[in-house]
């Protein structure tokens, strides 16, 4: 076997199987060939292989055999090499011939190497930072959008106000056309809220069930559609239904009523310490960020492709959940933004870099560092990840453990890694 660097983090290797070997892979493929044809005579995979090589010609048996060997005899070089391969190898083969060697070459995607900067010290450099403190109107707002969660609806016959739920049918057109995205029934929102154009809910105000009205509006300077930007547009509504929010007040029933809080004062209590933690996070994740800038910044590695078209997926995956979670489609969100997935793609290639050179980072300080999470750590976490899928039945066969495993002990790594940058 031989082995050579080539650009990008890839290897070529040039894998030589002897003909005598080689005649135990058409041996294999011929009973493989056999198996799945009626061969008069014969049982299925026991007909002798120069009966195969003449039921469907010694080309096709030959081809067959190179198949099975490159199949395992590449396996074995990339085992016995102690190669970390990744993705899946391009094949060719180079020589093939009956009675004579198979000859084959696999360029194939590694592991890159990354030289490191001194993370150490870039970690030092990083300032700590007190996280902000929690403010008595921090817990007020809270408080309140827990009381509007909590609210009852109650359907009304009375002119539309601010702060109803309402649902209606609209549509927007620009220059006598509808706009894409611009039309829905029943749709749902609350007055107010202000998450349509300036002015839009403003018309709302006064409708009645079953009242229709048109308006005109221009769209901000600032909208995120640049093509509708600073543009006039018309508006038709129809009011469908209108509903009264009716609060429940803030008091120490109330906080009864939302579990085990014997008071208001222990609700407020309760929400500080909640967000204190989440700023605890917020500030912890900030500097982490920094931390992890300052030494990519600096290190130098060899992104292979497959490692970037991975994180892409990886990034397209989430992103499509994410739209899912919105109630919509990811194709239909591309067609409201005049976006391919491509162009989507291409966009967040330098984004995906950062990404794949950020684990990198992680894995190499890991190793130098000896920052390894514990078997019973990971089995604790696995267990703890798998009790949320009790209820789901069949959880072995909706559950990838292997993946799962792997995805743990790489979070449980990567905390340990920080953590150890964060105490230095």
């Not at 798998?386 to 995805?407: I, T």
Request: net charge negative; glycine share 4%; charged share 35%.
């Amino acid at each position: 076997m031989q082995i050579r660097k080539l650009p990008k983090s890839q290897l070529e290797i040039r894998i030589i199987v002897p003909a005598k070997e080689l005649e135990n892979f058409l041996d294999m493929a011929a009973e493989e060939l056999s198996k799945d044809t009626k061969i008069p005579g014969f049982r299925p995979g026991k007909a002798p292989r120069k009966i195969v090589e003449q039921q469907f010609g010694s080309e096709k048996v030959l081809a067959h055999a190179a198949q099975i060997a490159v199949k395992k005899t590449y396996a074995d070089s990339v085992t016995k090499s102690k190669i970390e391969a990744i993705g899946e190898p391009q094949i060719t083969v180079t020589k093939i011939a009956a009675g004579n060697d198979l000859e084959y070459k696999a360029v194939i995607s590694v592991m890159p190497e990354i030289t490191l900067c001194d993370y150490r010290k870039k970690s030092k450099a990083v300032e700590k930072s007190e996280p902000d403190e929690i403010k008595s109107e921090d817990i007020e707002k809270e408080l309140i959008n827990i009381q509007k969660r909590r609210a009852k609806l109650i359907t009304v016959s009375r002119e539309a106000r601010t702060g109803d739920r309402v649902e209606i049918d609209f549509e927007v057109l620009v220059d006598g056309k509808e706009i894409e995205g611009g039309k829905s029934r029943n749709h749902p929102l609350t007055i107010g809220e202000n998450y349509f154009i300036p002015g839009f809910e403003d018309n709302l105000v006064g409708m009645k069930e079953q009242d229709e009205k048109e308006f005109r509006l221009f769209f901000p300077s600032d909208y995120h559609k640049k093509e509708l930007s600073g543009k006039p547009a018309s508006f038709k509504v129809k009011m469908n239904l209108v509903q009264e929010k009716i609060l429940p007040e803030i008091n120490d029933e109330f906080a009864r009523n939302l579990g085990s809080f014997e008071s208001l004062e222990k609700l407020k209590s309760s929400i500080k310490e909640g967000l204190e933690m989440e700023q605890k996070k917020k500030n912890e994740e900030k500097r982490r960020g920094e931390i992890l800038e300052k030494i990519i910044a600096d290190c130098q590695v060899e992104i292979p492709d497959v490692l970037l078209e991975n994180e892409l997926e990886k990034m397209i995956a989430e992103f499509e959940h994410n739209i899912s979670a919105m109630g919509m489609k990811l194709d239909d969100y591309l067609v409201s933004i005049k976006k391919t997935r491509e162009e989507i793609r291409n966009g967040w290639k330098e984004n995906a870099k950062k990404r794949v050179k950020s684990a990198l980072a992680l894995q190499e300080i890991a190793k130098l560092e000896n920052l390894n999470p514990e078997s019973s750590e990971i089995k604790e976490e696995l267990n703890r990840t798998l009790s949320y899928f009790k209820n789901q039945g069949d959880m072995e066969k909706n559950v990838d453990m292997e993946r799962l495993y792997s995805y743990i002990k790489g979070v449980l790594t990567n905390e340990k890694v920080f953590n150890f940058l964060e105490s230095l």
